[in-house]
């Protein structure tokens, strides 16, 4: 009978030693998902991002102005459907709705530019829409932002013309 208790005795040590390992492990794995939400959370971009595109050069010297749109957000058809209207108002740039699927119909009969690419959309690694983002006449990214109004796109494009400084749109505004 002794030796039963003192076999359990030893069972139940080895099992206790086995979860201690299994919950250090697990600690492991969720200080690095911590680590990785701080690193997110910190606005450092993730190494993978395209800065540089050349499907957004343009000949001419003027910059590319493409909205990244989702087919499933209202506010995303909302901008599409107001930057069609000041499309004519005398913007300098080409303008460019980017988006994964179902966009090209927003923009029909239009000046703006409709690309349907969901891996040139995923390659940008634009993470909140809608979201406009500056191309220089070379392909390389300047600035991009995220518009929240039809006041946010119309500033944007009208200090984007002026300047390539995204602060200034925080400082005059």
């Known amino acids: 009978m002794q030796s039963a208790i003192n076999?359990?005795?030893?069972l139940s040590f080895l099992g206790t030693a086995l979860l201690f390992f299994a919950f250090s492990a697990l600690l492991k794995t969720v200080r690095e998902l911590?680590?990785?939400?701080?690193?997110?959370?910190?606005g450092a971009p993730a190494p993978n991002i395209t800065r540089?595109?050349?499907?957004?050069?343009?000949?001419?010297?003027?910059p590319t102005f493409v909205l990244v749109v989702s087919?499933?957000?209202?506010k995303c058809r909302d901008r599409?459907?107001?930057?069609?209207?000041?499309?004519?108002?005398?913007?300098?740039?080409h303008l460019v709705v980017l988006c994964a699927s179902g966009c090209s119909d927003w923009v029909a009969d239009s000046t703006v530019t409709p690309i349907v690419d969901a891996e040139l959309l995923g390659a940008l690694g634009v993470g909140a829409m809608p979201s406009l983002v500056r191309y220089a006449p070379d392909?390389?990214?300047?600035?991009?932002?995220v518009v929240g109004s039809?006041?946010?796109l119309d500033t944007l494009l009208e200090i984007g013309s002026k300047t390539s400084n995204p602060v200034a749109m925080e400082v005059d505004a």
């Not at 540089?52 to 003027?62: K, T």
């Not at 087919?71 to 209202?74: A, P, S």
């Open 7 to 10: 076999s359990l005795a030893v």
């Open 34 to 42: 911590q680590g990785a939400l701080v690193r997110t959370e910190s």
């Open 52 to 62: 540089s595109n050349a499907r957004f050069r343009s000949d001419d010297g003027q």
């Open 71 to 74: 087919e499933h957000c209202d």
């Open 80 to 93: 599409t459907r107001h930057l069609d209207v000041v499309a004519g108002a005398g913007v300098a740039g």
């Open 139 to 145: 392909g390389t990214e300047e600035w991009r932002r």
């Open 150 to 152: 039809d006041e946010d």
